[in-house]
């Protein structure tokens, strides 16, 4: 669909402001919510410490097991990842969850 230079000039709000801005980019400005990103840098700081005790509890936890399996996780990177019986090792969970956390937390932090 073809539209008009009279058609064009008449629409206005977001796609006029865009178009004066790609003409002008001088009159281009963009918020950059420095308020925003400063609390959630805190909330996934927040996050990732509650993440950490986790995964020191289930360290403990593991090292304190009766089982040699679950004692040698925190040695052994093999062992902490496996799946044994359909289960995955809590701490593992909990380091996936971390590093996706880690992820976002890294990116926004650069972004700052």
């Known amino acids: 669909m073809n539209i008009s230079t009279s058609e064009t000039a008449k629409i206005e709000g977001y796609p006029k402001l865009a ?3 790609g003409m002008y980019p001088q009159l281009a400005t963009y918020g950059r ?3 925003l990103n400063t609390r959630n840098l805190l909330y996934l700081q927040a ?3 509650d993440l950490e005790e986790r995964l020191d509890r289930y360290t403990l936890e593991d090292l304190r097991s ?3 399996q679950q ?3 925190s040695r052994d990177w093999y062992t902490l990842s496996k799946i ?3 289960v995955s090792s809590s701490q593992w969970e909990v380091m996936l969850e971390i590093r996706q956390r880690l992820e976002q937390y890294n990116a ?3 972004q700052q």
């Open 19 to 21: 178009e004066l801005q």
């Open 33 to 35: 919510f420095a308020t």
């Open 47 to 49: 996050e990732l410490v």
């Open 66 to 68: 009766t089982e040699d």
């Open 71 to 73: 004692k040698g996780s």
């Open 84 to 86: 044994v019986d359909g």
């Open 108 to 110: 926004c932090l650069l």
